[in-house]
């Protein structure tokens, strides 16, 4: 079992940067994928970036490429989201994630979720 805690939500400007954290523990070794989905009231949850522990490769979605990095850190097993240039469509329940493969986009591919942190951007 893994868990994923999630940190660094909260209420910023249009324009603004915020950084998420998630923190995993457990039996971590088999998840070699950690990433971000993030649910707006009223929608499906939708993929947002992932990366592979392995090969430090990373996937996004392209509503997000350019102004959003992750990051990994595998010593602290520790997965970061850097989020520049926030808009108001970015306000959103932002979901940690663990699974197998950093390439899977879909929530089905993900075996491990954190509870979720709150973004919200004002315009």
């Known amino acids: ?8 939500g909260g209420l910023v400007q249009a324009g603004d940067s915020l950084s998420l954290s998630c923190a995993a523990s457990g039996r971590t070794l088999n998840t070699d994928a950690m990433g971000w989905f993030r649910q707006a009231p009223g929608k499906e949850r939708e993929f947002v970036a992932a990366i592979s522990k ?3 490769l990373a996937n996004y979605a392209d509503s ?5 990095t992750i990051s990994r850190n595998n010593a602290a097993n ?3 989201l850097r989020m520049n240039s926030l808009r108001p469509e970015d306000t959103a329940v932002y979901f940690c994630a ?8 879909a929530s089905d591919d993900y075996d491990y ?3 979720g942190t709150q973004v919200t951007v004002s315009s």
């Not at 997000?64 to 959003?68: A, D, L, T």
């Not at 699974?99 to 986009?105: F, I, K, L, V």
């Open 98 to 105: 663990a699974g197998p493969r950093y390439s899977g986009r």
């Open 64 to 68: 997000v490429k350019g102004r959003f």
């Open 1 to 8: 079992q893994v868990s994923l805690v999630e940190s660094g």
């Open 54 to 56: 392995r090969y430090g």
């Open 113 to 115: 979720w954190g509870q």
């Open 78 to 80: 520790t997965v970061n």
